[in-house]
């Protein structure tokens, strides 16, 4: 139940805040990092 609140909570807040204050480039760049996060989680 705490990670759904935690997620909805992301989606919610912190999510649109991110997307209002950083350039597609950086946005960009901070998926692939998450990306290669839970790529090396997943191994």
């Avoid at 990092?33 to 191994?43: D, G, I, T």
């Amino acid at each position: 139940m705490e990670v759904k609140s935690h997620v909805a909570s992301e989606e919610k807040d912190m999510f649109p805040a991110l997307r209002a204050k950083l350039s597609s480039e950086q946005l960009a760049k901070m998926m692939q990092a998450v990306n290669r996060e839970m790529n090396m989680c997943k191994a």
